[in-house]
């Protein structure tokens, strides 16, 4: 089946500090991964995507890169802010299955 | 903002009383999904729609039945709540028909059942 596997939390880091969440997955065929940011008390937004093997997604400053051959899409960020501080899904979907396969989830806090 | 509102925001009701949710979208999207959050678990999939009257089931769907009487609006329906059943609860709509297009959500609904 379907499946995403994320680092535990809580990810605790100083502002400016480098980020990494990592995500690995199962999956049949060639799945669109992505990943999603939650702040406190609001839905879930989209941050980024990628839909084949060695794209690279990006925004606000997050990158995440397809990597069909260890089966991963790590959140990356140079230099994290106090405002970065939310939760992070990593998720794939398989257009086959048409149904977003989600991880359980990375809290992020990021400390002055 | 993909024009989707859920109502109520916040609702707390007691053990074996039914529980409607709704979702709103302004944009005439055809898939349209129910997820629930808890923690240890992510979002899960409950039932999703994809057109007037077409509906099917997701992973955690026992205990839930949802109805699609027009494009606008997805329901989702606890007929006798559990506290099994407490939960945030957020829908979704699918941007395109495509199955790699992204998913957007709105800002959920806290359910507390006691």
């Known amino acids: 089946g379907n499946s995403v596997t994320q680092m535990e939390g809580p990810v605790t880091l100083s502002e400016e500090a480098f980020l990494t969440i990592n995500c690995t997955y199962t999956?049949?065929?060639?799945?669109?991964l992505f990943w999603y940011v939650q702040y406190p008390g609001e839905g879930l937004q989209l941050l980024l995507k990628?839909?084949?093997?060695?794209d690279k997604g990006s925004n606000k400053g997050f990158e995440a890169t397809y990597r069909k051959e260890t089966t991963s899409f790590h959140l990356e960020k140079g230099s994290v802010q106090v405002s970065d501080s939310a939760v992070y899904f990593c998720?794939?979907?398989?257009?086959?299955?048409?149904?977003?396969?989600f991880g359980t989830g990375t809290r992020l806090l990021v400390s002055p | 903002d993909a024009g989707i509102t859920q109502s109520p925001r916040h609702k707390v009701t007691e053990t074996g009383t039914p529980v409607t949710l709704r979702c709103h979208q302004t944009e005439n999207h055809r898939y349209m999904y129910w997820y629930r959050q808890d923690p240890g678990h992510g979002l899960r999939l409950i039932h999703y729609?994809?057109?007037?009257?077409?509906?099917d089931k997701g992973e955690v769907s026992d205990g839930y039945s949802v109805s699609r009487s027009k494009t606008e609006d997805f329901l989702l329906t606890l007929e006798s709540a559990t506290s099994s059943q407490t939960s945030v609860y957020f829908c979704?709509?699918?941007?395109?028909?495509?199955?790699?297009?992204?998913?957007?959500f709105g800002p959920g609904t806290r359910l507390t059942v006691l």
């Open positions: 990628a839909t084949k093997a060695d």
């Open positions: 998720a794939l979907i398989n257009t086959g299955f048409q149904k977003l396969v």
């Open positions: 729609s994809y057109g007037v009257k077409d509906t």
């Open positions: 979704a709509i699918r941007q395109g028909d495509r199955g790699y297009n992204e998913q957007f």
């Open positions: 999956a049949t065929g060639y799945p669109s």
